[in-house]
C-alpha cells in the first residue's frame, strides 16, 4: 500500500519550505566549515581616490593595470570566489588576503592534496603563473578553470585584486 500524507491546505507549505531551507543551507557550504564566532569588524570600503593611490603604489607591471578590465575580468571568477573581507568561501576560497599568504592556508576552506601539499607563497607572480592555465601550474588542484589566455587581462586581474583584497605594499617585498 503506498504511503501519503495528507495536509490541510494552510500546512502543505511547510514541508516544502523546510527542504527548500535545507538546500539552500547545504548549497552556500561549498569548501566552507561551519563557524559559531562573530564576524571580524571590517573596514571601511576604500574610496575610489584611495583605490587608484594603492594601485599607483603597486610594483610595475601592476601600477599601470586597468582596474575596470580587472573587475570584469575576474567577473569569470565570482561564481567559486569572493573578495571581501570576511566574505564566504564558496567552491573556491575567500580572496581577501590571498597576497602573502601561503599556499594551500586558508581558513575554513578544504583543499585539494596537491595545495595542501604545495609550499609557497601567493605573490603576483605565482597567480600570473597560476591564472595561465591552473592544472599546469599545479597539477591535481580542483579548479576547473581553464585559465586566462591574455597577458593584459591577467595583469589587469591581478592589480584588481592586489587593491580589492586588502593589500599594502610593501616596497622590500612587492
Same mark, same amino acid.
Given at each position: 500500500?503506498?504511503?501519503?500524507?495528507?495536509?490541510?491546505?494552510?500546512?502543505?507549505?511547510?514541508?516544502?519550505?523546510?527542504?527548500?531551507?535545507?538546500?539552500?543551507?547545504?548549497?552556500?557550504?561549498?569548501?566552507?566549515?561551519?563557524?559559531?564566532?562573530?564576524?571580524?569588524?571590517?573596514?571601511? =570600503?576604500?574610496?575610489? +581616490?584611495?583605490? @587608484?593611490?594603492?594601485?599607483?603604489? *603597486? #610594483?610595475?607591471?601592476?601600477? &599601470?593595470?586597468?582596474?575596470?578590465?580587472?573587475?570584469?575580468?575576474?567577473?569569470?571568477?565570482?561564481?567559486?570566489?569572493?573578495?571581501?573581507?570576511?566574505?564566504?568561501?564558496?567552491?573556491?576560497?575567500?580572496?581577501?588576503?590571498?597576497?602573502?599568504?601561503?599556499?594551500?592556508?586558508?581558513?575554513?576552506?578544504?583543499?585539494?592534496?596537491?595545495?595542501?601539499?604545495?609550499?609557497?607563497?601567493?605573490?603576483? =607572480?605565482?597567480?600570473? +603563473?597560476?591564472? @595561465?592555465?591552473?592544472?599546469?601550474? *599545479? #597539477?591535481?588542484?580542483?579548479? &576547473?578553470?581553464?585559465?586566462?589566455?591574455?597577458?593584459?587581462?591577467?595583469?589587469?586581474?591581478?592589480?584588481?585584486?592586489?587593491?580589492?583584497?586588502?593589500?599594502?605594499?610593501?616596497?622590500?617585498?612587492?
Amino acid at each position: 500500500m503506498p504511503f501519503s500524507i495528507v495536509l490541510n491546505p494552510q500546512t502543505r507549505m511547510v514541508p516544502l519550505m523546510a527542504g527548500c531551507a535545507l538546500l539552500l543551507a547545504a548549497c552556500g557550504s561549498g569548501g566552507e566549515v561551519a563557524d559559531s564566532a562573530p564576524p571580524a569588524a571590517k573596514r571601511p =570600503e576604500p574610496t575610489q +581616490e584611495q583605490k @587608484l593611490a594603492l594601485l599607483a603604489a *603597486l #610594483p610595475a607591471p601592476y601600477n &599601470s593595470g586597468d582596474l575596470e578590465n580587472g573587475r570584469r575580468v575576474f567577473a569569470r571568477c565570482r561564481s567559486c570566489h569572493t573578495i571581501t573581507e570576511g566574505g564566504p568561501n564558496m567552491t573556491g576560497p575567500n580572496l581577501y588576503g590571498l597576497f602573502g599568504s601561503t599556499v594551500g592556508t586558508h581558513e575554513k576552506y578544504r583543499y585539494s592534496n596537491a595545495l595542501k601539499d604545495a609550499d609557497f607563497v601567493w605573490d603576483a =607572480e605565482k597567480l600570473d +603563473e597560476w591564472l @595561465l592555465r591552473p592544472r599546469d601550474f *599545479l #597539477p591535481g588542484n580542483k579548479m &576547473s578553470f581553464v585559465g586566462i589566455a591574455s597577458e593584459q587581462d591577467r595583469k589587469d586581474v591581478i592589480a584588481f585584486l592586489k587593491v580589492e583584497t586588502g593589500y599594502a605594499p610593501d616596497m622590500e617585498n612587492p
